[in-house]
């Protein structure tokens, strides 16, 4: 009988040590999102989604880490049947805040024109912004847009209404951006919308012959459409907000750090106001989040 009861409590023992470690450990989703999480060839595992995490983990010693590929729908879905996990990168949205609880940690520039050197130098020069509807009525000019891509609220809407001219040039295929700066660098098109870090891996990935100008989007004045902030998403359930309280700090203590991950991948012209953006949509939010 003895023996018998001393195996229950050995049993129970094991299964509390078990649930404990269950407790602390943090299944990372990450998706294939060059360059913030970059899968395959020479620039595998640069990104800097993957160095923020790194950072992340760095900073959460008291967590096991573990770190699996997974498509955004599986992430969610995941979520949704309650699985303990958590993935970095992700926007907040309403039907995400629904499974997911958020720290937002981490921005970058919005969309931006990418124009080719001749356009630029002949009918633009020395300007840093222009109207993306006032080029698309220019029907001088030639778009590159991607079939079915959403660009944002803002770019989206003026994109339509001209979409259908014959100065527009809808490409469809699984290499949308890439597709698209290419038939840029060899000048098909005159310009495109495109985020100036994507343009940058995929100039550090290709072999490119002809450099490209970058424009602001004039369309895009307020400061929080200038800028997508994201971040860690874990499940919304009692560990996701304890995690997720324990990320708020390490991002806040190591901000610095993940700053500068994320600046290698932009124009060195756009680091001064990117850091001003980056204390006030990532800095004070997280400390003011904190002090509650």
């Not at 620039?43 to 993957?50: A, R």
């Not at 160095?51 to 880490?65: K, R, V």
């Not at 700053?259 to 003011?288: G, Q």
Request: charged residues 25%.
């Amino acid at each position: 009988m003895k023996r018998f009861i001393l195996l229950i409590v050995v049993l129970g023992m094991h299964g509390e040590v078990s649930y404990c470690d269950e407790m602390k450990k943090i299944q990372w989703y990450t998706s294939e999102f060059p360059p913030a999480f970059i899968k395959e060839g020479k620039l595998k595992g640069t990104g800097f989604g993957t160095e923020t995490l790194s950072i992340l983990q760095a900073g959460l010693p008291e967590y096991t880490h573990q770190r699996r590929w997974a498509s955004v729908a599986r992430i969610y879905a995941d979520m949704k049947e309650g699985k303990n996990l958590c993935s970095h990168v992700n926007v907040s949205t309403p039907e995400r805040n629904k499974v997911a609880i958020f720290s937002n940690n981490i921005t970058t520039p919005s969309l931006r024109i990418i124009m080719s050197q001749p356009v630029y130098q002949q009918y633009f020069f020395n300007q840093n912004s222009l109207s993306l509807e006032s080029l698309l009525n220019d029907t001088r000019f030639r778009m590159g847009i991607a079939h079915e891509r959403s660009y944002g609220l803002i770019v989206s809407p003026i994109i339509a209404k001209y979409q259908t001219q014959k100065n527009v040039f809808i490409r469809a295929g699984t290499d949308l951006s890439v597709g698209l700066v290419k038939m840029l660098d060899l000048n098909r098109i005159d310009y495109v919308t495109e985020f100036s870090w994507v343009l940058n891996y995929i100039k550090r990935n290709s072999n490119l012959e002809n450099s490209f100008q970058v424009l602001k989007i004039q369309e895009i004045q307020d400061l929080k459409d200038q800028y997508m902030v994201g971040g860690v998403a874990c499940t919304r359930n009692a560990w996701g907000k304890h995690v997720i309280e324990k990320i708020d700090q390490a991002s806040l203590r190591d901000t610095i750090q993940m700053r500068t991950k994320v600046e290698e991948w932009l124009n060195p012209e756009e680091i001064p106001s990117f850091r001003k953006a980056w204390n006030i949509l990532i800095i004070e939010p997280l400390r003011k989040k904190i002090n509650q």
